[in-house]
């Protein structure tokens, strides 16, 4: 069964510094989704992307966040100058088309802000 | 805008026990209902999902949900747990009417952990 992908699983980064985290979805899906769990929390909704533009955005998603397809195949996540509170889970996830669909997701990257 | 509380942070129980663990939403419109399961160190698995139709919905590994939509809830069950349902499982909900205003945002419970012990 065809899966979503996340690169790294383990990201350690100094606080200020750039990150991007990689996904690559199910080909043939259209809707593609960032997720993130801080530790003990709920999963909190990012961000959805479709047809190459920000659908909807949380109010976490702010200018230090982007999303990018930057060709056929990935989808990232870039947080500009990461604080010590972007510290969590960030699951990428997918589907074939918006709302009533299963999204697939990804088994996640720990990013870890020291 | 929707939320979701899932009433049982931890819920423990012997293999082959039957187990329930419930989830109630609040939302102005109507919504999509779905349950999520995740190993450790593993993304988040579809388990079932409600979308219209009959409110007993079936999901994978003997898992089943119940829609109901007065007492705003969707409660997973299974008659007889094993060792390999211990995951910390998620219910989780989408506006059903987009409008073009959503494109699918999930939002999550808490998170119920289940633990099956021998």
């Known amino acids: 069964e065809p899966e979503v992908t996340q690169t790294p699983s383990h990201q350690v980064t100094q606080m200020g510094q750039e990150v991007i985290l990689r996904c690559v979805p199910i080909s043939n899906h259209l809707y593609f989704y960032w997720y993130r769990q801080i530790l003990g929390q709920k999963v909190e909704f990012l961000v959805s992307?479709?047809?190459?533009?920000?659908?909807?955005k949380s109010e976490i998603f702010d200018d230090q966040f982007s999303v990018e397809r930057p060709d056929g195949s990935n989808f990232t996540l870039k947080i500009r100058s990461t604080k010590l509170e972007d510290s969590a889970m960030y699951f990428c996830a997918s589907s074939r088309t918006g709302s009533n669909q299963p999204q697939h997701f990804g088994d996640g990257t720990r990013l870890s802000i020291l | 805008a929707q939320s979701v509380t899932q009433l049982d942070s931890q819920v423990p129980v012997f293999e082959e026990a039957p187990v329930e663990l419930r989830c109630n939403y609040s939302s102005s419109v109507s919504v999509y209902l779905f349950w999520y399961v995740q190993y450790p160190n593993q993304g988040l698995q579809l388990l079932l999902k409600?979308?219209?139709?009959?409110?007993l919905v079936k999901g994978i590994n003997g898992f089943e949900a119940e829609f109901n939509k007065s007492q705003t809830s969707f409660h997973l069950r299974k008659p007889s747990v094993h060792i390999s349902d211990t995951a910390e499982y998620f219910c989780a909900v989408i506006a059903a009417n987009a409008g073009g205003t959503s494109y699918g945002k999930l939002t999550f419970g808490q998170g119920t952990i289940l633990t099956v012990h021998p």
């Open positions: 992307f479709y047809n190459n533009e920000i659908s909807e």
């Open positions: 409600y979308l219209s139709g009959s409110t």
